[in-house]
């Protein structure tokens, strides 16, 4: 896990996000820079805004809900994927869904953005695993 790691939640569910960073901390060190949105807009104006320096060497890897309303996780993933090269390239995208839906599995498998489709609920033991960290 390299320390400039930014882990970046983005899911309309409140609750969800809060326990989700709470999974993320406990799974992974309280010292981890962690941003959560209930608004994806927001979320997506924290990623064009903190690595819009093209020297950064940051990386975000988000956890990002596609079943929102208003702006999907679907419109999440074509706002990034229209960004600079740069910023595409520093940004690692896990789906982290409640769908049982095959499509939206095979969707987000097929879509060069996305390293990896995560079955909600979020858990220490799934991080843990996400990061070889077991």
């Known amino acids: 896990m390299n320390a400039k790691n930014k882990f970046l939640i983005i899911d309309d ?3 969800a996000t809060l326990l989700y960073g709470m999974i993320l901390k406990l799974a992974l060190g309280e010292k981890i820079d962690l941003q959560t949105f209930n608004l ?10 903190e690595l ?11 956890f990002l809900d596609i079943n929102m309303p208003i702006l999907t996780g679907w419109d999440v993933i074509d706002l990034i994927d229209k960004m600079d090269e740069k910023i595409k390239e520093q940004i690692t995208i896990y789906i982290l869904s409640s769908s049982i839906d095959n499509k939206d599995k095979k969707r987000a498998m097929d879509h060069p953005l996305v390293s990896d489709f995560i079955e909600k609920p979020l858990t220490v033991e799934k991080i843990q695993a996400l990061f070889y960290l077991v």
Do not use: A, R
């Open 13 to 15: 569910d409140t609750t």
């Open 40 to 49: 994806p807009e927001e979320g997506v104006n924290y990623i064009k805004n």
């Open 52 to 62: 819009k320096d093209s020297e950064s060497t940051s990386q975000i890897i988000l």
